[in-house]
């Protein structure tokens, strides 16, 4: 069954750095995006970019770049997304989540999530 | 970027009662809209996509409408497993943008 595994969660101190894993399994890595999805506390969702592991490819929210790098590894059917220069406004679940795409881009739905990670930025 | 606005912010219904949430975009996204449904401390689950079409395994009480810019979710027979938060997003262009929520209440 197709399951996506997030790594555990972080405390970070204003200004570090985050790096959030999600291996795939029970599906063919290279044939679906995907997506990294933000939740702050008490919050609503916010799609943060994507990546095609086929060919790395990614598109990233404008209010991220600069920020945000998004990679795979596709030897372990993993995909990374890395955050730098951490605010407080960081502090969130971050989900990873399965899509297809095909040459017009991401317009599917995202049909499986990772299980979340909470990161927290605090001094 | 495509805004995504739904209504009501929150409603209280009771068990059985006939419940509909209303998702609009800034600009037409055909059908590329799906509804996803998240419980506290949950992760979102995919409830329909494609703006209608019911994801494998959802109860069939849960339907979708709607193209263009205007959409409607409608639970037809409120379940207690039902009470959470539900989102629409829209997967026309990046980048992909979700409503703000609709949280579902017991009265």
Known sequence: ?123 | DIQMTQSPSSLSASVGDRVTITCRASQSISRYLNWYQQKPGKVPKLLIYAASSLQSGVPSRFSGRGSGTDFTLTISSLQPEDFATYYCQQSYSTPLTFGGGTKVEIK
């Not at chain 1, 702050?40 to 994507?50: I, T």
């Not at chain 1, 993993?78 to 399965?98: E, G, I, N």
């Open chain 1, 1 to 123: 069954q197709v399951q996506l595994v997030q790594s555990g969660a972080e405390v970070k101190k204003p200004g570090a750095s985050v790096k959030v894993s999600c291996k795939a399994s029970g599906y063919t890595f290279t044939t679906y995006g995907i997506c990294w999805v933000r939740q702050a506390p008490g919050q609503g969702l916010e799609w943060m970019g994507w990546i095609s592991p086929y060919n790395g490819n990614t598109n990233y929210a404008q209010n991220l770049q600069g920020r945000v790098t998004m990679s795979t590894d596709t030897s372990t059917s993993t995909a990374y997304m890395d955050l730098r220069s951490l605010r407080s406004d960081d502090t969130a679940v971050y989900y990873c989540a399965r899509h297809y795409y095909d040459d017009r881009g991401p317009q599917y739905p995202f049909d499986y999530w990772g299980q979340g990670t909470l990161v927290t930025v605090s001094s």
